[in-house]
């Protein structure tokens, strides 16, 4: 696919939603998650459309089951992308 999503899926009732989707060639490449407020927070950048580059953030939250924030942010203005525990 051209796309990249973000899905959650509740352990309570089963049900999948999408938390991020920001188009055709604009993909994910980090995903936080505030275990206090329970909020997942994903950049995704990339070639909209094949054409114009671009990055957004999103902010999902988890206790509410919607999408709080989809905005377009410069690269420059993102923090470091994570590091996990294996040190990727």
């Given at each position: 696919m051209v796309?990249?999503?973000?899905a959650?899926?509740?352990?309570?009732?089963?049900?999948t939603?999408?938390?991020?989707?920001?188009?055709?060639?604009?993909?994910?490449?980090?995903?936080?998650?505030?275990?206090?407020f329970?909020?997942?927070?994903?950049?995704?950048?990339?070639?909209?459309?094949g054409?114009?580059?671009?990055?957004?953030?999103?902010?999902?939250?988890?206790?509410?089951?919607?999408?709080?924030?989809?905005?377009?942010v410069?690269?420059?203005?993102?923090p470091?992308v994570?590091?996990?525990?294996?040190?990727?």
């Amino acid at each position: 696919m051209v796309g990249g999503a973000v899905a959650v899926r509740f352990l309570d009732d089963g049900k999948t939603v999408v938390a991020a989707d920001a188009g055709d060639y604009v993909y994910p490449y980090d995903v936080r998650f505030d275990q206090k407020f329970d909020l997942l927070y994903v950049v995704a950048s990339g070639l909209a459309g094949g054409l114009f580059w671009r990055t957004y953030l999103f902010e999902y939250d988890l206790r509410a089951r919607r999408q709080l924030v989809r905005r377009r942010v410069s690269d420059r203005d993102m923090p470091p992308v994570c590091v996990d525990s294996r040190g990727r």
